[in-house]
C-alpha cells in the first residue's frame, strides 16, 4: 500500500512512516518544513519527502492519505483531498488499526518523562530478548532510531495532545493498551486544554479503554491521576512513587536501590542523575514486571541504560566550560533538569538558558512558576523574542541573576563573557533554538580558558 504522509516531520509522524516503512509500505509525504535530522533519517529509508503542502501533490494518488496533526483546514492539500473526497486517516488511527492491533500494546502517558520511561521500557525489554516495537518522541541512545516495528510487545509515548482537524481526542485514546503507565499529570497543552481538570477528562478516558485484564501503573504521589482513577477504575492497579509501593531510594553516586513496599528488591549503578529520573526508572521497571520481565533483569538492564538525545545531554567542551542540551519545557520539567545537573557537579555554577517556546510557555500560563524553577541556578538567561508576555517581570525576583535578550546572538555573547572554567551551561528548549548551543561552544573556543568570564 502507498501511503502519503501530511505533516511527515515530526517525530511521531515521522516514527509513523518509518514503522511502515519497515512493515513493507510504499511510504511517501510532505512538510511545511523538510530538513535534518529527521530529513536525512526518513530519506535514508527510501522515503521520498516534498517541501510544503501543495494541491498538486494529489498526482501521486496513494492508496491512502495519513494526516498528521499539525495539518488544519486551509491546508492547501487537505482542502484538495476534502473537495476529491479522497480517503484520508489520522496517524494515530492508522498506527492503531495497522500495527497495534493484535499485539501486546504497553503506553507510557504523563505531562513528564514520556520519553524517558518510554525508552527505559523498551531497553529493559529488548535486554530481556523480547524484540519490542516501539514509537518514542525522541531518540534513545541505546537504539539509536525513535520508531521500529519489532516482533514482541509494542511500547508507544501516549500523547494527550489531539489527534488531528477532524479527531479531537487525544492520541492516546487509539492505542487500547493491555499496560498503562500514568506517569504525573499537570497542565500543559494550554492552547487546547483550558485547565486540569479538562486533561484529567482525557485521562479518565484513556482509563476507559484499558481491559479488566490490563494494568495500569500509576504514580500513587500524583493526586490528579488519584482524581482520574476514583471516577472509575476497571483493571489492576500497581502504584510507584509512594512507600507503600514501587519506590527507589538513592544509593550514592549514580545508584539506586529499589524497594516495593518493605521489601528491598535490589540496587543498579548507572549513568542518569536526579530524582525524577529514579522515580522514571521505578514506573519503567514496574511496567516491565506486568509485561513479564523479571525485576532483577530489569534493573541490570538499567545499568546499561545510555538515556535519550536532548535528556541534560552534554554537546560540547570549550574554554573549560561544559554546554548540555535539554527539552525541558515546562517549570517542572526545568526544576527537576537543573536539580540533576546539580547533583551531579555539586557547587560547580550554572548557567541556565531558556527559550520559552511551547505553546503553553509562550501563552504565558506558566510564567509565575519561572523564578522557582529556575531557583537552583546561578545565572539565568532568557530568549525572549516573539513572547506575549514580558519574562524580565516574571524573572524580576532573580534580581542580577537573570537576564533576557531577544537578540539570539546578544544571548550568546551575554553567556559567553559571564562564563568561566567550571561552568556548566544548561541549554532548555523544545526546539532547535536557532542552533545556539553549537554557537556556543564555538564563540567559547575564540575565548582562552584563562580569560574566559573575564
Known sequence: MHLHILGICGTFMGGIAAVAAEAGHKVTGCDAN?????????????????EGYGADQVSLAPDLWVIGNVVTRGNPLMEALLDRGERFVSG??????????????????????????????????????????????????????SARLGDGPFVIEA???????????SKFIHYLPKIALLNNLELDHADIFPDLA??????????????????????????ALARVLERGCWSTVERFGVRAGWHAEEDGPDAFRLWQGERQLGRTQWSLA???????????????????????????????????????????????????????????A?????????????????????????????????????????????????????LGWDPGAALAPLGARARCDDDLGALVEAVACEARAGDQVLVMSNGGFGGVHDRLLARLRRTPASSAGG
Request: net charge positive.
Open 92 to 145: 494515530p488511527q492508522w498506527l492503531a488499526e495497522s500495527v497495534l492491533h493484535g499485539r501486546e500494546v504497553i503506553a507510557v502517558a504523563g505531562t513528564h518523562g514520556k520519553t524517558t520511561v518510554t525508552s527505559m521500557l523498551a531497553w529493559i525489554l529488548e535486554d530481556a530478548g523480547l524484540k519490542p516495537g516501539f514509537l518514542i518522541g525522541g531518540v534513545p541512545d541505546n537504539f539509536g532510531i
Open 274 to 332: 536526579g530524582a525524577h529520573n529514579r522515580t522514571n526508572a521505578v514506573a519503567a521497571i514496574a511496567a516491565a514486571r506486568s509485561a513479564g520481565v523479571d525485576t532483577a533483569r530489569a534493573l541490570d538492564a538499567l545499568s546499561r541504560f545510555r538515556n535519550v538525545k536532548r535528556r541534560l545531554e552534554l554537546r560540547g567542551t570549550a574554554a573549560g566550560v561544559s554546554v548540555y542540551d535539554d527539552f525541558a519545557h515546562h517549570p517542572t
Open 34 to 50: 523538510v530538513y535534518p535530522p529527521m530529513s536525512t533519517q526518513l530519506e535514508a529509508l527510501g522515503i521520498r519527502l516534498v
Open 159 to 169: 500523547d494527550e495532545y489531539d489527534t488531528a482537524f477532524f479527531d479531537k481526542r
Open 198 to 223: 479538562a486533561i484529567e477528562t482525557q485521562f479518565h478516558h484513556f482509563v476507559r479503554t484499558i481491559p479488566s485484564s490490563g494494568t495500569i501503573v500509576v504514580n500513587g504521589a500524583d493526586a
Open 334 to 386: 526545568i526544576a527537576a533538569t537543573v536539580q540533576a545537573l546539580r547533583e551531579r557537579v555539586g557547587r560547580a555554577r550554572i548557567l541556565a538558558v531558556l527559550e520559552p517556546r511551547s505553546n503553553t510557555m509562550k501563552l504565558g500560563v506558566m510564567k509565575d512558576r519561572l523564578v522557582d524553577s529556575l531557583a537552583d541556578a546561578d545565572r539565568v538567561f532568557c530568549y525572549s523574542a516573539k
